[in-house]
């Protein structure tokens, strides 16, 4: 690593030998899952660049944007709406983390049975092995789940900076107006942040550049439809991951480049594996950098992973926010508009999910679907079973997994894994 990265990191308050252990563990577990996969589309090398970078080009770029004035804002959720956070001259980074660390440290605060997402998201502040979060000037924690919103306050007294966003769990019109009114707080929290005034003009093009990137990952997806799938799921999930910390406008440059180059493999009738490989729709919690431990589990086994109902995927990148709005109130209700039908476990009922796996298990023609619980999750596990049902009534094969970010199960799982993929050939 460069002097300069080195330097970066220190003043950042990194510590410099746990992080140059996590990514050790980081290039180990890339160059060993994704680099070893056969038959990648050769734009993919945006991806691999990207990583090799994770924690270097991409937090020099946004500590310059800093020193220019510009804001940086960390979020664990889906529902930070981004298009705010540009509008009042600032960027949004997703932080959630996909590895444990420093566990022994993280069993002080939170209990041993709480969802590793969360641990490890702690492990990563009290590691200090993060730039992106060291670098925040606003930390955005949201009540969604029990185990987040107990997070958040352990949180509050480890970093100077968190605010915290209440969401409703209902989808009526109470809900919505809840959001409304947290979404204007927001608003004036940014302004608050950044002393930048939002009006209409500076909303709008925050949301057409988030719509801009969101364009360019729906491209990518509904490419995947096509069978053979062009791409595997591995890369196609690194889109997701590096969608959420990438620059919007260069993510979406480079992922349209990708998506010509599949484009031509589809007409050429290539895939990333071969046309009878079982197409897996996954389902569930999402997935943060660097968990791949399923999917590379899926496609080590022979299927291709087609779709990810996930906020790491379609649920968190699905819909655009109206653009055609003339004052700030008619296009912060584009923006309500748009969250507001997010389909997070954390609402009750939550039909609407049910109804997008039936749609998305459809459109990507998948011959079954994993549904992947994270360990104490119960929003998402306890979802599993009606899921399992609603899709088994449509003669959809599941597989209901349930893990952590442990290497413990792994034997386990690719027992249940290739039973599975066994069953759908
Ligand atoms: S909108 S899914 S990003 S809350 S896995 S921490 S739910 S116990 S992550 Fe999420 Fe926002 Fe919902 Fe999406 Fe809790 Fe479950 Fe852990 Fe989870």
């Avoid at 566990?103 to 092995?129: A, D, H, M, Q, W």
């Avoid at 655009?320 to 507001?340: H, K, N, P, S």
């Avoid at 999910?353 to 298990?361: F, G, K, P, Q, V």
């Amino acid at each position: 690593m460069s002097e300069a990265n080195r330097r970066m990191w220190t003043e950042l308050g990194l510590d410099l030998q746990a992080h140059d252990q996590l990514l050790s563990v980081l290039s180990d577990a890339y160059q060993q899952i994704h680099l070893s996969q056969k038959n990648r589309p050769e734009s993919t090398s945006y991806f691999d660049f990207v990583m090799s970078e994770i924690h270097c080009q991409r937090i020099g770029e946004l500590l310059q944007e800093k020193q220019q004035g510009r804001k940086l804002v960390g979020s664990y959720c889906v529902f930070v709406p981004e298009e705010i956070v540009q509008a009042a001259n600032a960027t949004l980074v997703g932080l959630c983390s996909g590895a444990d660390f420093a566990e022994e440290e993280v069993e002080k605060y939170l209990p041993r049975n709480t969802c590793s997402l969360i641990k490890s998201s702690l492990g990563f502040k009290l590691g200090r092995v993060c730039p992106f979060l060291e670098g925040s000037d606003m930390i955005v924690g949201e009540n969604t789940c029990d185990g987040k919103k107990k997070f958040y306050e352990t949180l509050r007294d480890l970093v100077p900076n968190l605010y915290v966003m209440d969401l409703p769990q209902m989808k009526s019109e109470q809900g919505r107006q809840m959001l409304r009114a947290e979404f204007y707080r927001f608003l004036e929290a940014m302004q608050d942040l950044t002393g930048f005034q939002v009006d209409a003009a500076a909303l709008q093009n925050g949301i057409r550049m988030v719509n801009e990137k969101r364009r360019a990952i729906h491209r990518l997806q509904s490419l995947r439809t096509a069978d053979p799938a062009p791409i595997s799921g591995l890369d196609a999930l690194l889109a997701s991951q590096i969608f959420l910390y990438e620059d919007p406008r260069r993510f979406a440059r480079e992922v349209h480049k990708i998506c010509d180059e599949l484009e031509e493999r589809i007409e050429r009738g290539e895939g990333a594996f071969p046309a009878n490989a079982p197409r897996i729709l996954v389902s569930g919690c999402p997935m943060a950098v660097p968990n791949w431990k399923v999917p590379h589990m899926v496609e080590s086994a022979g299927a291709v992973i087609v779709g990810e109902e996930s906020c790491v995927g379609e649920r968190g990148s699905r819909n655009q926010t109206g653009e055609d709005g003339e004052t700030l109130e008619e296009l912060m209700e584009a923006v309500i508009e748009r969250y507001f039908q997010i389909d997070c476990a954390i609402f009750t009922p939550n039909p609407d999910r049910t109804e997008h796996i039936l749609d998305m298990a459809k459109r990507y023609r998948a011959d079954g679907v994993i549904h992947y619980g994270l360990q104490f999750c119960q929003p998402y596990l306890m979802e599993s079973f009606g899921v399992e049902k609603a899709l088994e009534d449509k003669g959809i094969p599941v597989l209901r997994l349930e893990t952590d970010y442990s290497q413990e199960d792994l034997g386990q799982l690719q027992t249940r894994v290739e039973a599975f993929l066994e069953l759908l050939k």
